[in-house]
């Protein structure tokens, strides 16, 4: 028969001071995923915003370590699990709030061309290739700059 302590499963010896930690923990690590996805520029994601991607990385953690680490509790993961969406949720309200926020955190959008010219210095800014940028003119089937009144480089 297999004896099975849910009491250590989803508990163990978590105290106020271990969950203040795991908490503080979070808000470091959230600051630090945010800042290398800003820092890095966002180049590849397609689909997601960086803070969604943020709390895919930090979830995913939290989720993983709390699967494969015995002495960890699930309640870890939970706590870790509730202190990003409150993060979440409290960055959407700051950037709902203020457009200086907002900006810092997801950039602003760069025109890359106007009027059928392409802005050199503009992709220089972003560290954005100009191969890049063509490669997506021709999935989006444009044949030629000239057919391009404004095009945009915006964070997603």
Request: contains cysteine; proline residues 1%; hydrophobic residues 50%.
């Amino acid at each position: 028969m297999i004896d099975i302590d849910l009491y250590n499963i989803f508990l163990s010896d978590t105290t106020w001071q271990v969950t203040i930690e795991i908490i503080l923990r979070c808000i470091v690590m959230y600051l630090i995923i945010i800042t290398f996805l800003r820092l890095t520029g966002k180049r590849g994601v397609r689909q997601l915003s960086i803070f969604e991607i943020a709390i895919l990385l930090c979830l995913g953690s939290a989720a993983g370590d709390t699967m494969f680490i015995q002495d960890l509790p699930i309640i870890h993961g939970v706590i870790v699990f509730l202190v990003i969406f409150m993060l979440y949720r409290l960055t959407t309200w700051a950037m709902i709030k203020s457009q200086i926020i907002e900006d810092l955190l997801e950039g602003r959008p760069l025109c890359v061309v106007k009027d059928g010219l392409l802005i050199h210095e503009n992709f220089r800014k972003k560290l954005y290739s100009q191969d890049e940028f063509f490669s997506e003119m021709r999935i989006e089937h444009i044949e030629h700059l000239g057919q391009v009144r404004i095009a945009l480089l915006e964070s997603d």
